[in-house]
């Protein structure tokens, strides 16, 4: 299957920092990504939906100001956690669509971010 | 918009038995399923899809069924392995540009 990466794995920071999260589709182009949330013992929550060269489509009650994605290539997004906060404490995940076969969906191995 | 729901929550099986899961979908229009399969800490897996106009779908040992009029598929998982054991999400969605409507997961514990 298609291999998408995630940078960093963890990442601790301090409440009021802002965060970048990487997502890489490494042997494919994506022209479109997810990005999901998912706290301890619950399913994936969508964030947004990012497509390459557009803004983002945010799900209802994520906050897009605070939550930045940007998807500048076939292969590249990230998601900036602005002014982070405890509450913003979670596994943050992303996936790809293979943009040959526009509803297989390959996951990254997630970004566990802790705010102090 | 889709609504999927998973059963059961958690599965306990002993090893060399199978394990079935079971997911329901709200939407007639979705036509692509996929099931992905998460271990602790890391990101979801896609073991096995399926889309509207088969019926079954097999890999070894685990199978899709789906059945459209009832608006259901399952997950079959047999002869299980202590390797098995991990969270199972189902999912469904209209396939293009549509996202994923993930079910709640199921929590397998394969018991050696």
């Known amino acids: 299957g298609a291999v998408v990466s995630q940078h960093p794995s963890r990442v601790i920071c301090k409440s009021g920092t802002s965060v970048k999260i990487e997502c890489r589709s490494l042997?494919?182009?994506?022209?479109?990504m997810f990005w999901y949330r998912q706290f301890p013992k619950q399913s994936l929550m969508l964030m947004a939906t990012s497509n390459e060269g557009s803004k983002a489509t945010y799900e209802q009650g994520v906050e897009k100001d605070k939550f930045l994605i940007n998807h500048a290539s076939l292969t590249l997004s990230t998601l900036t956690v602005t002014s982070a906060h405890p509450e913003d404490s979670s596994f943050y995940i992303c996936?790809?669509?293979?943009?040959?076969?526009?509803?297989?969906?390959?996951f990254g191995p997630g970004t566990r971010l802790t705010v102090l | 918009g889709e609504n999927v729901e998973q059963h059961p929550s958690t599965l306990s099986v002993q090893e060399g038995d199978s394990a079935v899961i079971k997911c329901t979908y709200s939407?007639?229009?979705?036509?692509?399923f996929p099931w992905y399969k998460q271990e602790l800490g890391k990101g979801p897996q896609l073991i096995i899809d399926?889309?509207?106009?088969?019926g079954e779908k097999k890999d070894q040992r685990i199978a899709v069924t789906l059945n459209k009029t009832a608006k259901h598929f399952s997950l079959h998982i047999t002869e299980t392995q202590p390797e098995d054991s991990a969270v199972y999400f189902c999912?469904?969605?209209?396939?293009?540009?549509?996202?994923?409507?993930f079910g709640k997961g199921t929590r397998l514990s394969v018991i050696a």
């Open positions: 999912a469904a969605c209209l396939s293009g540009n549509t996202p994923l409507v």
């Open positions: 939407d007639s229009a979705s036509n692509y």
């Open positions: 042997d494919f182009q994506a022209t479109t």
């Open positions: 399926i889309r509207s106009n088969v």
């Open positions: 996936s790809a669509r293979v943009a040959a076969r526009t509803d297989t969906q390959y």
